[in-house]
């Protein structure tokens, strides 16, 4: 049998497909039987292999109770009012969201959702919904693991369990991803909906919510040779409360419509359906900068060779193939020529998969701020932001090679991800973008089971810690001994270095938020950590407005206690 068109329900006054068929009582005197040369007239769609049962009823829930309002095909229904189905006892089934796996046969194909409601003699008793992603989640898991998983795919701004999983890759298996460039180049690609484009998630085996992955950042190779950027307006008229996300075409009004470029500079961004210039963003004050062959030097250069790299801008950013972004130099934006500067790759957008869909760019307490009670399709309350976020939008300057991130698991198989690799970046991103670059990631993952924590944390080389933070030397640890046996001081605490990313609207909030993730991951209160931020670490900051890191040397026996000892005395040689 091959998939089989559905019957349809009104519910809430939409119609919906239904998956059940409920019988049709043919010795009722309003169901009478149709010619089939009338039928198939009439009625084209019943008469081939999706269609079986050769005809189609739709059905209306009304007030509690069910009713068939309409037949095509072999059976009709006379008289204009709706019949209600007594006769019918059993369970709807009502997909909701996305098809996760098309099944050619009867109803076997599988969406995000599906709600089901028992009915008994045509009364509504119950209904409940269930999620099918996790169960699909948990098959893709089943598959076996793999030692190394390439990744050159990419979400189109959106993260979230809805987006299938590659892999996945073994428990102390290595990812190796093809990134592309966050910010500029999603951000002037309408048909987006988030402002990055990251790689299609990972499975890491065994990873259920609650626990916690590993993920060592091995190598970063830059593969760009030149990028653009600047900080940046808006264009009113152009996109629905958010222009990282809603997008529409001024002219013939497609929401999140395709392009094209044109040409090069500002107006180079074309809608594909009528043509007007689309970009919801005006670079305000821009550069074109290019890389010398070691990656490790960096000049901007002047509007006659922005435009010429302009003309040839998606070879120059090295965009992956499977990168469908908008490349940002087509601009050509040149305003501040012959500024040299330091290469000091670090990954902008990388984590697990967060427990609602979300954009990429969004994924963090900052920019989440846009999508509480926004007016589009990924609105979302405070709380919903709070419980569902994994803070993967961190650009946080020493996620580079050499760091280690410990992530919240919080869909079935964790779900890792990458993008918006920057060439380097000062603290704070405080112009909003940097040099967004192509390049290829080397990460090494491991599963923590059952470490629930709120955020990321973050082992950054020993040179990124706070200088309070950096475990003591020998001698250092030998003067700190001798006095307190000065003072009668019997203890001296064994510690270690621990630093938790906290984001929030603003700064403050950030802070709040990785001590209270310090606090509830350690067993202390607020008031501890923050005299032991304050005497052994700092709080820095990662991005405006509102990323930080919280820094500060906690008790071995604590990191014992939930299974981070191991991990930080590797990552300092303690």
């Not at 929401?255 to 180079?268: I, K, L, M, S």
């Amino acid at each position: 049998m091959t998939a089989q068109l559905p019957e349809q329900l009104i519910l809430d006054g939409r119609k919906v497909p239904l998956l059940t068929l409920p019988p049709i009582p043919t010795d009722h005197p309003r169901i009478v039987p149709v010619d089939e040369e009338e039928a198939q007239r009439d009625s084209p769609q019943v008469f081939s292999t999706a269609c079986w049962r050769r005809y189609i009823g739709t059905w209306e829930i009304r007030e509690g109770r069910l009713f068939l309002v309409d037949l095509c095909g072999l059976w009709k229904l006379e008289g204009t009012e709706p019949l209600f189905a007594e006769w019918f006892t059993g369970v709807l089934n009502v997909p909701q969201g996305e098809v996760l796996q098309y099944v050619h046969f009867g109803f076997e194909t599988v969406y995000e959702r599906t709600l089901y409601i028992r009915v008994e003699n045509g009364v509504v008793v119950g209904s409940w919904v269930v999620d099918n992603r996790e169960h699909e989640r948990r098959k893709e898991m089943e598959r076996k693991a793999q030692q190394t998983v390439r990744v050159a795919t990419f979400t189109r701004g959106l993260v979230g369990p809805s987006i299938p999983m590659v892999g996945p890759v073994a428990d102390g298996g290595t990812i190796v991803a093809e990134t592309a460039p966050g910010c500029w180049g999603p951000m002037i690609t309408p048909s987006f909906r988030g402002g990055h484009e990251v790689t299609t998630p990972v499975a890491v085996e065994g990873a259920e919510p609650g626990d916690a992955v590993v993920i060592r950042i091995q190598k970063i190779r830059v593969t760009s040779t030149a990028t653009a950027s600047g900080t940046m307006s808006f264009v009113e008229g152009r996109y629905t409360g958010d222009p990282f996300v809603a997008r529409h075409c001024p002219e013939c009004g497609t929401e999140n419509p395709p392009t094209r470029v044109e040409g090069v500079g500002p107006e180079a961004i074309r809608c594909a359906v009528c043509g007007a210039e689309v970009n919801p963003f005006r670079v305000t004050n821009g550069y074109t900068i290019v890389f010398d062959e070691a990656r490790q030097v960096g000049v901007t250069v002047g509007p006659e060779v922005a435009e010429r790299l302009a003309r040839d801008a998606a070879k120059v950013m090295a965009l992956p193939k499977g990168s469908e972004q908008n490349p940002i130099v087509a601009l050509c934006p040149a305003d501040i020529p012959g500024v040299a500067t330091r290469l000091r790759p670090f990954i902008g957008n990388i984590g697990t998969t967060p427990s609602i869909d979300m954009p990429d760019s969004h994924n963090a307490g900052d920019f989440g701020q846009f999508l509480v009670d926004a007016p589009h399709e990924y609105g979302i309350t405070k709380e919903q932001l709070e419980e569902a976020r994994t803070d993967g939008h961190m650009d946080i300057d020493s996620v580079r090679e050499g760091a280690v991130l410990i992530c919240p698991v919080k869909v079935a198989g964790g779900g890792v991800y990458v993008g918006d690799v920057h060439a380097m970046q000062g603290d704070g991103e405080i112009a909003g973008h940097t040099t967004d670059v192509s390049a290829e990631v080397t990460l090494q993952v491991s599963l923590l089971k059952g470490l629930k924590i709120g955020g990321p944390i973050l082992l950054p080389p020993v040179e990124d810690l706070p200088y309070l933070a950096r475990p003591l030397t020998g001698a250092e640890r030998e003067a700190a001994r001798r006095l307190a046996e000065t003072f009668g001081q019997s203890v001296l605490e064994e510690a270690a270095p621990i630093q938790m990313v906290g984001s929030g609207a603003n700064l403050n909030e950030a802070t709040d938020n990785g001590v209270a993730r310090l606090a509830e991951l350690l067993g202390m209160s607020k008031e501890e950590v923050l005299n032991r931020v304050t005497l052994t670490g700092g709080v820095e900051i990662g991005r405006l407005p509102g990323v930080v890191t919280v820094t500060m040397m906690a008790p071995l026996a604590r990191l014992e206690e939930v299974g981070l000892a191991d991990l930080v005395r590797s990552q300092y040689g303690l």
